[in-house]
């Protein structure tokens, strides 16, 4: 009896455990063709100078055009791609994809913007970033100058010591360097200073209650600071309204990326915002104080 319950129990359990399992395999293998089958796609999302308005950047975030699911958010696969290493061969699809589409825009005649492209620690451990970066901005022709690469503190504090060379060899290449959702990892500040970096990002949990809840405010004041003192600029993600853009904006932030100005858009709908070469126009009660403008001149 004890014998027959506890085989029912393992059969009742292995069934849920496979139909997990299989899901997952399921998937697995769809993004595995996802490339060759042209699934995935690449939005952009503006970046804008919180000096004069322009669009000087867009990031490169991922989407995967699903048959049967439709857009699939990077956040539901780039989990399992990291899981499963995939990440190296799409990370590398969409470094070659967005360095094509920012040299074909430049070489329309579009105003000329840096593309930032998101890199997973995996893609560090899987292949030879530097290598492949040289040989990506070879083949598209792309201005190294016009790609910024944006890491995660977890990528870059993982194997500190390591790293400090791998942002020198990425800084010798010509391009630009950031920490992406920054304040959210743990970071050392001595490596900080060591990293051949460029920029940071406030991560956008920090700029969505800014206004509201002072610890939020006191800590995206003191990252401007610190980028600031490190010889760093520094772009705001997830901008949604006018008292976050004021906020920043007099607390001399350089640049700012969120909803507020515009969703990540499909290429085509991008090309024509740089078309237009469309600005961010900062409300009329922005109007910073000439105090501030001094300083943050
Ligand atoms: P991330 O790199 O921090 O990208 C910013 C995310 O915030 C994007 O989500 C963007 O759509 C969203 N966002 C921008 N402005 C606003 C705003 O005003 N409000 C709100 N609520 N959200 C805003 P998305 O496109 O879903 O990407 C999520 C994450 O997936 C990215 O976070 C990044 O970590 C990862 N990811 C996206 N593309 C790639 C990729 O090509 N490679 C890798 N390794 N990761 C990627
Ligand atoms: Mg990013
Ligand atoms: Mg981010
Ligand atoms: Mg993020």
Not at 219 to 229: D, F, P, S
Request: hydrophobic share 45%; net charge negative; aromatic share 8%.
């Amino acid at each position: 009896r004890t014998k027959a319950t506890s085989g029912n129990n393992f059969l009742f359990y292995s069934a849920e455990m496979n139909a997990h399992s299989l899901e997952r395999l399921n998937m697995e293998n769809e993004l595995r063709r996802a490339v060759e089958r042209n699934e995935l796609l690449l939005f952009y999302q503006p970046q804008m100078s919180l000096r004069n308005g322009e669009i000087i950047g867009m990031e490169a975030l991922l989407r995967w055009q699903h048959p049967l699911r439709g857009l699939v958010s990077p956040m539901e696969f780039i989990p399992l791609a990291e899981e499963t290493g995939l990440i190296v061969p799409i990370g590398e699809w969409v470094l070659r994809t967005a360095c094509a589409q920012n040299q074909a825009w430049q070489a329309a005649g579009l105003p000329a913007v840096a593309v930032a492209v998101n890199l997973s620690a995996r893609q560090f451990e899987g292949q030879d970033m530097v290598a492949l970066t040289a040989q990506v901005l070879r083949e598209t022709g792309l201005d190294p100058s016009y790609l910024e690469l944006e890491l995660t503190e977890s990528a870059a504090m993982g194997n500190a010591e390591a790293f400090i060379g791998v942002t020198e060899a990425l800084k010798g290449l010509g391009v630009t360097l950031s920490i992406d959702d920054f304040g959210t990892g743990y970071s050392s500040l001595s490596y900080l200073k060591r990293f051949a970096l460029d920029r940071l990002k406030i991560d956008q949990s920090f700029v969505r209650d800014i206004v509201q809840n002072p610890d939020s405010a006191a800590i995206a004041v003191t990252v401007i600071a610190l980028a600031h003192g490190l010889g760093l600029s520094v772009i705001a993600e997830g901008v949604e309204t006018e008292a976050q853009l004021n906020f920043l904006r007099t607390r001399g932030c350089d640049e700012m990326q969120g909803f507020y100005f515009s969703k990540p858009l499909p290429g085509a709908e991008f090309e024509q915002l740089l078309r237009e070469r469309r600005k961010l126009v900062f409300p009329a009660a922005a109007e910073l104080p000439v105090q501030t403008l001094l300083l943050v001149d």
